[in-house]
């Protein structure tokens, strides 16, 4: 069965980095593309950032370009997301999705606060 399990999360200060990872598993992963969404408290779900399965193309949200950058490691079966210059609004909960389905992972929190 599909299994998705994000991890990474956590507290930081604005500025500050941080880099998620997705493990993968009960699929043949390089087949398709991933993403990552964001849920903050009160909004909707929000797509954070994508990428194909070979991990060629890649797009984000206009809120987190030139900050945020996806990747996969088709080896190893997993994705990534760094994240820099974080801020207050980055806040949320962060969740991994297999492309095209309604796979998510169980999401891990990242909070941006001094």
């Known amino acids: 069965q599909v299994q998705l399990v994000e991890s990474g999360g956590g507290l930081v200060q604005p500025g500050e980095s941080l880099r998620l990872s997705c493990a993968a598993s009960?699929?043949?992963?390089?087949?398709?593309?991933m993403s990552w969404y964001r849920q903050a408290p009160g909004k909707a779900r929000d797509v954070v950032a994508i990428i194909t399965g070979t991990g060629g193309g890649t797009n984000y949200a206009d809120s987190v370009k030139g900050r945020f950058t996806i990747s996969r490691d088709n080896a190893k079966n997993m994705v990534y997301l760094q994240m820099h210059s974080l801020k207050p609004e980055d806040t949320a909960v962060y969740y991994c999705?297999?492309?095209?389905?309604?796979?998510w992972g169980q999401g891990t929190q990242v909070t941006v606060s001094s």
């Open positions: 009960g699929f043949t992963f390089r087949e398709y593309g």
């Open positions: 999705k297999k492309a095209g389905t309604d796979y």
